[in-house]
């Protein structure tokens, strides 16, 4: 495989915000990463296989760069990534939609490789998180990789100064390693000080999707016995499901939506007392496997000037899942303030 330059991305609000103190090339990207005189082509690091065979058969190790505005006090951390659906999620969630992003997702071979996110807090947009060493051993489940990293200022940053706003800097890494594998990261932070974690493979960690996952509520009069769900892995079992519950043609548009050969659809429910009760999905996270966590409560949402009188019903969300799955973990609060957890697998469910 041909090894490709490492690239700069500086996206969404952090953008802009570059683009006006100068932070960027001429060109608008920076191009120049962190090469290495040992490889003065690829304007990458001098760590990364130059002769791909060497060291697994399979891809070189490869990154390109990221950064958005965020609040202060974020560590230094790392996901790994087992398929392009879930990389895309992240992507997404952290609201970076760059084309030089998702190509190298997209161009990812994750049958033979995995993607590893690596972010850092920074003072400023017009900062880089630098890859300094990448170390490969081993092949497949057996692969552990060690990356170093260090967060520093752009040349811009000193040449043009850069508006002080709290930054996250990172690098996607791609790498010939299994899901499975060991990632052993450092990253020097801002402030000199270095930090030390490890990433035991795609199952370690979450991250947010709330803000980027679709869902919708529904009501009906018959009542559950207790809170329950089910995960719905085709358009026929989905309308078959909504249709026991009369629901059929009004979500009908919802489940057309939904291409069932990359994600799927979790309908949760619980009974309320009266019709000011909705089922409120509270927060959604997503691991690198793709595995999806939920939760939602049963809240009241009247206004004061409402008027609710006492009828027993069914509130309930459908949930479309960034990635299709195997299994889904649900825990929902009842109108009782209990809390109970729900594992769901494919067209099943069972309340824990």
């Not at 304007?43 to 058969?57: I, K, L, R, V």
Request: hydrophobic share 40%; charged share 30%; glycine share 8%.
């Amino acid at each position: 495989m041909t090894k490709r330059s490492r690239r700069t991305v500086l996206c969404g609000s952090a953008g802009l915000l570059a683009l006006s103190a100068g932070c960027l090339s001429d060109a608008g990207l920076s191009d120049d990463g962190n090469g290495d005189e040992n490889d003065p082509g690829a304007g990458g690091n001098g760590d990364e296989n130059d002769d791909p065979e060497e060291s697994t058969g399979k891809t070189s190790i490869d990154d390109v760069a990221f950064g958005f505005t965020a609040g202060p006090g974020a560590a230094p951390s790392g996901t790994l990534f087992a398929s392009d659906g879930v990389a895309t999620s992240w992507l997404e969630a952290h609201g970076l939609e760059d084309d030089q992003l998702t190509e190298f997702v997209a161009e990812t071979d994750f049958e033979n490789a995995a993607v590893v996110a690596l972010e850092a807090d920074a003072p400023t947009p017009c900062h880089e998180l630098a890859l300094e060493t990448t170390d490969l051993e081993g092949a497949d489940e057996d692969a552990a990789l060690e990356i170093t990293a260090e967060v520093r200022a752009d040349d811009a940053d000193d040449a043009m100064g850069c508006a002080q706003v709290e930054s996250v800097v990172g690098r996607l890494v791609r790498a010939p390693i299994d899901a499975d594998a060991t990632v052993s990261v450092t990253i020097t932070d801002r402030d000199g000080d270095e930090r030390a974690f490890e990433i035991d493979g795609a199952a370690d960690g979450s991250f947010d999707v709330t803000e980027t996952i679709d869902a919708a509520q529904f009501e009906y009069g018959t009542v559950p016995t207790e809170p329950d769900g089910a995960l719905l892995s085709a358009a026929d079992r989905t309308l078959e499901w909504l249709g026991d519950r009369d629901l059929d043609d009004e979500y009908a548009d919802f489940v057309d939506a939904t291409d069932f050969e990359s994600a799927d659809v979790v309908a949760l429910e619980a009974d309320a007392p009266t019709r000011c009760y909705e089922l409120v999905l509270e927060a959604a996270s997503l691991d690198g496997r793709g595995a999806l966590d939920l939760e939602a409560a049963v809240s009241d949402e009247s206004t004061e000037d409402e008027l609710c009188g006492e009828a027993e019903q069914t509130v309930g969300l459908l949930v479309r899942t960034p990635v299709a799955s195997d299994s889904v973990s649900a825990t929902l609060t009842d109108r009782d303030g209990d809390d109970h957890s729900i594992e769901l697998s494919a067209d099943d469910a069972t309340d824990a």
